[in-house]
């Protein structure tokens, strides 16, 4: 049985693993192929293809899947629209991705100076001095900074006391629609996919709400296998995608020592994701313009 992992990101964005290691990390875990799903970025997806490439000429083989996580809004809050088996080289994709990180960058320099205000020793050059200019900077960046500086007792403790969105330092961020994340990813190529559905908080109806609203827009997929699944929760999203005759997909959300009790391929141990799904995805993609 072969296995795969369709939410992986690197340190393109908030991962710790260059789009090179972790091929060898898929490798290392036995997962045949994974999706790169860097937060609005697709600049990693290169390198790591061509990291898969040097491995089979030594006779391991790791597909690579070209992906990204985009943040849209959603009644005040942020949902995440994965794309899968974008072209990662669509000009329209890479600008607007482009202008989505200026707007994220302009949100972080406007946090990290209110925390700056306030009295904590952070500047956002000493961030980009530790994670590299290209990298997508997020609030796990600003965390992982204050906890290593330590003014923090771990990266959830900066959350707690600083990070969160009700909090007097939160700088909310201009989203774009769920609809234009859709038609983006669409029209690039890919497969657009509500990622993990159930940690949003939303009641039950407000969800099905959502996502028949999303399938109205062009909706093609749901992540129904994720790491946080507990109980009947894999159950439920997959009600949710017979009920709307969505691709089912899945992956670990894999961030690398940013999220260590996660890991690629295995989750939190028990996640399981067979090629089935990816074949399924692709028969999908092969008729969807029939």
Do not use: W
């Not at 942020?78 to 088996?85: K, V, Y």
């Amino acid at each position: 049985m072969k296995y795969i992992d369709l939410h992986v990101h690197s340190n393109i964005s908030d991962g710790t693993l260059s789009p090179t290691e972790l091929v060898e990390e898929a490798c290392k875990c036995k997962v045949a192929a994974f999706a790169l799903t860097d937060h609005d970025s697709v600049n990693g997806v290169e390198e790591a293809i061509e990291a898969a490439k040097n491995l089979a000429k030594q006779g391991q083989n790791v597909e690579v899947i070209a992906g990204a996580e985009i943040s849209v809004a959603y009644k005040n809050k942020d949902i995440h629209m994965l794309g899968l088996f974008l072209d990662h080289h669509n000009s329209t994709l890479i600008d607007t991705l482009q202008a989505a990180k200026i707007e994220r960058d302009k949100r972080n320099e406007k946090m990290i100076q209110n925390l700056a205000d306030a009295g904590l020793d952070i500047d956002i050059e000493r961030i980009y001095e530790k994670e590299g200019k290209e990298t997508i900077l997020t609030r796990a960046h600003i965390g992982k900074f204050l906890y290593e500086t330590g003014q923090v007792s771990s990266v959830n403790d900066a959350f707690k006391k600083y990070l969160s969105a009700d909090g007097p330092y939160y700088v909310p961020r201009k989203y774009l629609s769920p609809q234009k994340a859709i038609y983006l990813i669409k029209q690039a190529g890919g497969i657009p996919v509500l990622a993990h559905p159930l940690i949003y908080g939303l009641p039950e109806q407000e969800l099905d709400i959502l996502i028949g609203t999303l399938k109205e827009q062009g909706l093609e997929g749901i992540e129904v296998f994720y790491s946080s699944n507990t109980g009947f929760d894999e159950g439920i999203v997959r009600r949710y995608a017979n009920r709307y005759n969505l691709i089912m997909t899945g992956g670990s959300d894999f961030h690398g020592a940013n999220k260590p009790a996660i890991s690629l391929g295995s989750g939190r141990g028990n996640l399981r994701i067979p090629y089935s799904v990816l074949d399924n995805i692709r028969t999908h993609l092969s008729q969807r313009d029939i």
